[in-house]
């Protein structure tokens, strides 16, 4: 959006039935509800954004939390940024505060399949979606090509710096082919990423190496991730990789899409049997004739097959078990509006 006021919100919602070595349950849940207002300045190129959204104060293992479990709203994001304009040379951007990790900020735009399932790096917990901190960032017109610098204190957003180190992130970025395809125009996108941190109260090893490949077309989506984290779950011994592959299509434009989704997680590459996998397939549809920045409705159903290897813990939610198959629908709107 250009200068003035905006609003935006998302919402992703849904029911699901899964069954779990035989046994069967059932919820409605409410996978990710966000807020946020940003002000742009035009002269000069100041801004500032703030952002709420609906969590739950319990984990997925955990039956307690606030008031019973409460899904209740935190601030997400809430920073000031300045954008200097070097001509040819592209643009230059300074922000701070609570800001969204780079990483995220690069790469699920490309994916598009958030209201299915997270990217890697969210999904396994092995990169904070927001955190305190400042990041530099330099950027050629059209997203040709884009590098961002953050130090952040490296814990999230919710919780305060546990150590006296500081996460160092960096991210390129860049578009190096772009074809017209079907009246639309597809990209290109390569992504690497490097983290260089500490983590909790003992300072725990929290380094991360990234890597993500996309094409992304309004019609057509493919691409791959992956992710090296060396220290995780609070161990500076435990390593762990993940790789997913991704696929989406709309046949029939604006109205009927495909998705596949493949993600195999290692999750501690010293451990035999450690490995995870997860199986996504199915549809959705764009309601909305609009499916630009400025507004979605998405409604998708499909099928999720997740499998654990014997040293690979259990289903989020169900200690005892080792596989899980889920049948899912939801609903997911986006909007954006001047205010």
Known sequence: ???????????????????????????????????????????PGLGAVVQLALIRSAGP????????????????RAYAAYRVELGEAGALTATAGLIPHPWY???????????????????????PRDDLGAQLAWGLAGDRLGVRLAVMNGEGARQVELDSGKDLD?????????????????RLVVSLGLQLGTRGVGSVRDD???????????????????????????????????VSLWARGEPIADRLGLYARWE??????????????VLDLGVYSDLAAATTPVGRLRVFAGYRAERYGDAAGAVAGAPAASDADTVLVGLEIIGVTPL
């Open 1 to 43: 959006p250009g200068a003035g006021a905006w609003a935006w919100g998302q919402v992703v919602t849904g029911f699901d039935a899964t069954w779990v070595d035989g046994d069967g349950f059932s919820r409605f849940d409410v996978g990710r509800a966000e807020l946020g207002l940003a002000w742009i300045g035009a002269d």
């Open 61 to 76: 293992d955990s039956l307690l939390g606030v008031d019973g479990d409460a899904l209740v709203a935190a601030l997400a």
């Open 105 to 127: 900020a690069t790469v699920e735009a490309a994916q598009d399949l958030r209201a299915v399932h997270p990217i890697v790096a969210e999904g396994l917990d092995l990169l």
């Open 170 to 186: 960096f991210v390129v970025h860049g578009a190096p082919w772009v074809l017209g395809w079907l009246g639309e125009q597809g």
């Open 208 to 242: 991360r190496y990234l890597a993500a490949v996309a094409f992304a077309h309004p019609r057509l989506g493919l691409g791959t991730e992956a992710v090296y984290a060396h220290g995780h779950a609070d161990r500076d011994d435990r390593d762990l990789y993940a």
């Open 264 to 277: 195999l997680a290692r999750l501690d590459t010293d451990v035999e049997a450690s490995e995870r996998t």
